[in-house]
């Protein structure tokens, strides 16, 4: 069984409140299965948007784990935000999780494969 979106999406914010971060829920989706896009904001400006690695990262060792990839960086935030808004529209049960990791970094707060 696996864990709900809404469940995971708690874990996540408490862990980043937990390393001096701030994170908020910017759009709330499917409370048991939902998809989860986090946009991480650093503190000089530069945005990254992390979404659902695809499923040939499954890892068996870690079946319950949720996997991310970097779908795209910079500082331009208009860019990301418009990849969102056709998720949006391609998907409207998304999860958006807006975050400010601190002083640790997102590969320590969410599992992130690498293509």
């Known amino acids: ?10 874990a996540l914010l408490r862990r980043v409140f937990g390393a001096g ?3 908020a829920v910017v759009k709330r989706g499917a409370t048991e299965a939902g ?3 986090v946009l991480s904001r650093g503190r000089l400006g530069e945005v990254s948007l992390f979404g659902p690695a695809p499923q040939t990262s499954y890892d068996s060792a870690k079946p319950d784990d949720r996997f991310f990839t970097l779908l795209g960086s910079g500082e331009d935030a208009s860019v990301l ?5 056709r998720e949006k529209k391609f998907d409207p049960d998304i999860w ?20």
């Not at 069984?1 to 708690?10: A, G, I, Q, Y």
């Not at 807006?98 to 690498?114: D, F, H, R, W, Y």
């Open 21 to 23: 971060g701030f994170a």
């Open 96 to 115: 958006v999780v807006e975050i400010e990791a601190g002083s640790v970094p997102v590969e320590e707060l969410l599992s992130v494969k690498t293509p």
């Open 81 to 85: 935000d418009a990849r969102l808004e």
């Open 1 to 10: 069984m696996r864990v709900t979106t809404d469940l995971w999406v708690s």
């Open 35 to 37: 998809t989860v896009f």
